[in-house]
């Protein structure tokens, strides 16, 4: 345990961040399962507006940090290429 009061104060910061960022995580997965199962379903319109929003979400979460922004990128393109696979 830290006795030197920068490094307490530190710790109690990096584990607010750390329950947050787990927060955005699971928030951002389950926006992509949203998109996943519309696609399962045959719902290409609802496809298409759940990913609108995950792409809003990645974006929120790469600008803050909590996901690298080549990641979000990549789970963006992912998502889109999905959603316009089935809209055909």
Sequence with gaps: ???IKSQI???KQNEVRRERNKA?????????????TALLEGD???ARLHAREASRALDKAA???VVH?????RRKSRLAKAANAAGQ
């Design 1 to 3: 345990m830290a006795n």
């Design 9 to 11: 104060k530190r710790n």
């Design 24 to 36: 955005v995580r699971s928030a951002l997965k389950t926006s992509q399962k949203k998109v996943q």
């Design 44 to 46: 290409a319109e609802a």
């Design 63 to 65: 600008s803050k940090g």
């Design 69 to 73: 922004k080549r990641t979000a990128a």
